[in-house]
């Protein structure tokens, strides 16, 4: 998520600024010394972040990314207006804040999240702000790490995933912010990574780099799409919108939470199994029981 910082954030993060973990020539990684674990997990995860981001968009991070971690969740609210954000970043000054409480500080979760935040860097560095609908910022970012990244609540989103054909938000009120809160700001995510994997699904990654290389030469997004994509975005999202009403919600969903599913069957067996012995178990005690 781009977010304006607080003055209160901003004043949390210049005093971290001489709170540096780990660091290297290519990024630099702050907080409090108790989270030096999480930053050293971090650390050696960049590298295959960078070129997970390298092979999406098909562009280097230049610049030295910064990041923040924390622990306080009620801080991260009171700076970010918000509960159900747990990163942000800030291109201006090509920074990441996260919050690595508790199960966030899980080494998956937080490389999906910090892959989703420095992608949201690398599109800034490469595109104007004015040219770049927020879609595509978010859609994009969540296709590359897999996750919705920042926001805590991807179960909802997932169950809204499957009734985007009778409520998708148009892409044009997309464009330039997303609704505030609630089920809006769910939808609009949904939405967004929902559109951007179907034209990778269609054209692949070489057209959906097309359209960014296009934003970056300056095009707005129309123009982009209509010559890197031979359609239009209104096309374009219509024909999405006609492989959601014939059922590959479904299937992308199920492609998408494919793991998810499997190890949740995989506990169920299990638990199954650990059932049939306890009963096992009960009916040979009063089997000796009687015996006896």
């Known amino acids: 998520m781009i977010l304006v910082v607080a003055l209160l954030g901003l004043g949390w993060l210049q005093s971290a600024r001489g709170a540096a973990l780990v660091q290297t020539a290519d990024i630099e990684i702050m907080g409090a010394p108790s989270l030096r674990r999480e930053a050293e997990t971090l650390l050696v995860v960049f590298p295959e972040i960078r070129e997970d981001l390298h092979r999406a968009t098909g562009w280097e991070l230049r610049s030295r990314p910064r990041v923040y971690l924390t622990s306080d969740p009620k801080l991260f609210e009171r700076m970010t207006g918000s509960r159900f954000i747990s990163a942000f970043a800030v291109p201006a000054d090509f920074l990441v804040a996260m919050l690595v409480d508790g199960p966030r500080s899980n080494p998956a979760l937080m490389r999906g999240i910090l892959t989703h935040e420095l992608c949201h860097l690398l599109l800034h560095e490469n595109v104007e ?3 770049l609908p927020k ?3 978010e859609g994009l970012c969540q296709w590359v790490s897999g ?3 920042e926001m805590l609540s991807g179960a909802a ?6 009734d985007l054909a009778g409520r998708a938000i148009p892409l044009r009120e997309l464009s330039a912010r ?3 809160d609630g089920d809006g700001l769910l939808l609009a995510y949904a939405v967004s990574r929902s559109f951007v994997e179907y034209l990778v699904g269609r054209f692949g990654v070489e057209g959906l780099h097309g359209v960014l290389y296009r934003l970056k030469d300056g095009s707005p997004v129309e123009e982009s799409v209509l010559l890197s994509l031979d359609s239009s975005l209104e096309h374009l999202e219509e024909e999405w919108l006609e492989t959601l009403r014939g059922g590959a919600a479904w299937l992308s969903w199920l492609s998408r939470h494919f793991y998810d599913l499997l190890f949740f069957t995989m506990a169920l067996l299990a638990a199954a199994a650990a059932m049939r012995l306890v009963v096992r178990s009960v009916k040979g005690g009063k089997i000796r029981f009687r015996e006896r």
Do not use: H, T
């Open 135 to 137: 879609w595509l910022d």
């Open 147 to 149: 996750s919705l990244g």
């Open 157 to 162: 989103v997932n169950r809204i995933d499957l």
């Open 129 to 131: 702000d004015a040219l």
């Open 178 to 180: 997303f609704p505030p």
